[in-house]
């Protein structure tokens, strides 16, 4: 197939121009436990990042574009969305743009700019694989939206800018998948990133109150252990939360939510991920004593956080 080398130089040029927008507008955040990225999110020097990034606690450092660097606080994270937001003091950052990530469609071209293995302002290049991806992370979290990506996703980028070609943020790069049959190692070509529609709300609730007012996400009440095939073990029950307004009490084995069985604390929370508070579900438990029981949970709203 012919190429139109009129075609190719203009979209070599709008690269190039988006990279020039946006790169001023993506940090470097170095922590004790290691590097990763961050973007402008406004004039007043707040960052929003990955709260996996900031895991650990610890000082920050901010290193813009131009190699400036500037002492940072956390403002606060929201782990259940994987969203903190970071404070640079007294630093004269440019802030980015960001877009509706709602709009996207599979094959949109989109630039991933961070600082992989602290190779400050990298990019990658590569398309909407698809939308709408239930990922677990490492570390628990499951994400319910994530956008895919064939843009290559390394140690670093997390926290980074995923852009269209207009130079809109449209997502926050956040893992790579991996693949048991290369030792765990990062699979080529499958990154995931928390869309801009998340980010951008989440960050602004940080912004404006200090902490997240408003999760949008579903809430049992309930913390979780493994270690039966046949369902969840409930350890403790939240007072006068869903769960326990439906009469559920540790001890209580979760075997089905909505008929669909669950074996993991990880299997419930991809389950909730799809549901939204207010929503009324069918639970499926074992009592200590053996007896089945179905009960009704009108689920609540994922506590805000504020640290």
Do not use: C, W
């Not at 940090?27 to 961050?38: A, E, F, H, R, Y």
């Not at 075997?255 to 299997?267: D, E, K, L, M, R």
């Amino acid at each position: 197939m012919a190429t139109n080398p009129v075609a190719l130089a203009d979209l070599q040029r709008s690269f190039v121009g988006v990279i020039d927008r946006v790169n001023p507008a993506v940090v470097q955040i170095s922590t004790p436990q290691g590097l990763g990225s961050g973007v402008v999110f406004d004039h007043n020097g707040d960052i929003v990042t990955n709260a996996h990034v900031l895991a650990g606690g610890g000082s920050l450092q901010v290193t813009d574009s131009s190699g400036h660097a500037y002492g940072a606080t956390v403002v606060a994270m929201f782990k259940p969305d994987d969203v903190a937001v970071v404070h640079a003091q007294h630093a004269q950052l440019t802030s980015a743009s960001f877009g509706d990530s709602r709009r996207l469609r599979v094959g949109d071209i989109v630039l991933a700019i961070g600082n992989p293995l602290g190779l400050r302002s990298s990019v990658t290049e590569g398309i909407v694989s698809a939308l709408g991806r239930t990922v677990d992370e490492p570390n628990g979290v499951v994400l319910p939206d994530a956008i895919q990506t064939s843009a290559p996703i390394n140690p670093g980028n997390s926290g980074g800018a995923l852009v269209d070609l207009n130079g809109d943020v449209v997502g926050i790069p956040t893992l790579a998948a991996t693949d048991p049959e290369l030792g765990g190692s990062a699979a080529p070509g499958i990154g995931f990133a928390v869309p801009s529609s998340v980010v951008a709300d989440i960050a602004s609730q940080i912004v404006n109150n200090g902490r997240v007012t408003n999760s949008h996400r579903a809430f049992l009440g309930v913390d979780l252990a493994s270690g039966l095939a046949t369902g969840v073990v409930v350890v403790s029950v939240q007072h006068a939360g869903p769960a326990a307004r439906a009469g559920i009490v540790p001890g209580d084995v979760i075997v089905s939510i909505n008929g669909q069985p669950v074996t993991s604390p990880s299997a419930v929370a991809e389950v909730l991920a799809t549901l939204s508070p207010g929503e009324t579900v069918t639970v499926g438990i074992t009592t200590p004593n053996g007896e089945h029981a179905t009960v009704k949970v009108r689920l609540g709203q994922y506590p805000g956080s504020g640290g």
